[in-house]
């Protein structure tokens, strides 16, 4: 099958793919409220994971109306005593119209790089050392590498979360298991004809040593059979292995996606 995805640099396809995605996994867990420049995601449940109260598909036109935008943003949380930590941008919005204020207000620029499959990729060599199994028979172990995963300031909260989503029926969410331990997540959010990897994580002991080979093998394989038109995901623009590994897995890049993030917060 050729997913024909036609991915160019700047194209509309993955980004748009994982806006839309984004979108759909804060709906599990944040309560959605449209403002007049964007759409507000809080959460007093999980006040303290900076992911769970943001403000998205933010647009707007001028400079001016780019510092009411973060006015009202602010009064919107502040109303439920909560904090927007994190702006994401519609696809078209040109940052150079929204960054100085957000600047302003505390945040800094976080670039993220959108990457999709313009293919099915021969498997990469895989090792027998490891096991993909099925998180939700595996919640203890699941719940002991998002812990890993976590922020120190967000804790015990980020686990619930990720427990609370493993629990909706278009995610499916993998433990890698390197014997009886636990070593690295991944999971695939299947939103229509999207395939969206959400996670792909591996313990800092087992990296280099290819457990991200078997967890992207797997996902692979499960959005193939799932017949899905796209294939994506995100990544920091710093994060050059990662990007140099998911290449090797078969991924191209499809442009920029800019969020801001406050200060405050190691997102």
């Known amino acids: 099958m050729d997913l024909s995805l036609n991915i160019v640099e700047g194209g509309p396809n993955v980004r748009g793919s994982i806006l839309r995605t984004n979108q759909a996994f804060l709906e599990l867990v944040s309560e ?133 989503r493993l629990d909706d029926h278009r995610l499916d969410a993998f433990v890698l298991m390197d014997g009886k331990v636990p070593v690295g997540i991944c999971s695939l959010f299947q939103v229509g004809d999207i395939g969206r990897i959400t996670d792909m994580f591996v313990v800092d002991a087992m990296r280099r040593k290819k457990a991200g080979t078997a967890m992207a093998n797997h996902i692979i394989a499960l959005a193939r059979r799932l017949t899905v038109s796209v294939v994506c995901l995100e990544v920091r623009e710093t994060n050059e292995q990662a990007i140099a590994f998911l290449k090797q897995c078969g991924f191209v890049e499809a442009g920029r996606l800019v969020e801001f993030v406050r200060n405050t917060q190691n997102q």
């Not at 036109?61 to 994190?86: G, I, M, P």
């Not at 199994?133 to 590498?145: F, G, I, K, N, S």
């Open 32 to 164: 959605k409220t449209t403002l007049d420049y964007g759409i507000a995601f809080a959460s007093s449940q999980f006040s303290t994971v900076s992911e769970c109260n943001q403000f998205r598909e933010v647009w707007v036109e001028s400079a001016d109306e780019a510092v009411q935008a973060v006015e009202q943003a602010n009064a919107h949380f502040a109303e439920s005593n909560l904090t927007c930590d994190r702006w994401a941008l519609a696809e078209d919005q040109k940052p150079e119209t929204i960054e100085p204020a957000l600047l302003a207000a505390g945040f800094r620029r976080d670039d993220r790089v959108a990457m999709g499959l313009d293919g099915w990729p021969v498997p990469m060599e895989p090792s027998d050392q490891y096991r993909v199994l099925p998180a939700r028979a595996m919640r203890a172990a699941y719940a002991e590498v998002c812990g890993k995963r976590a922020s120190s300031a967000e804790g015990d909260a980020r686990i619930e979360v990720d427990n609370e």
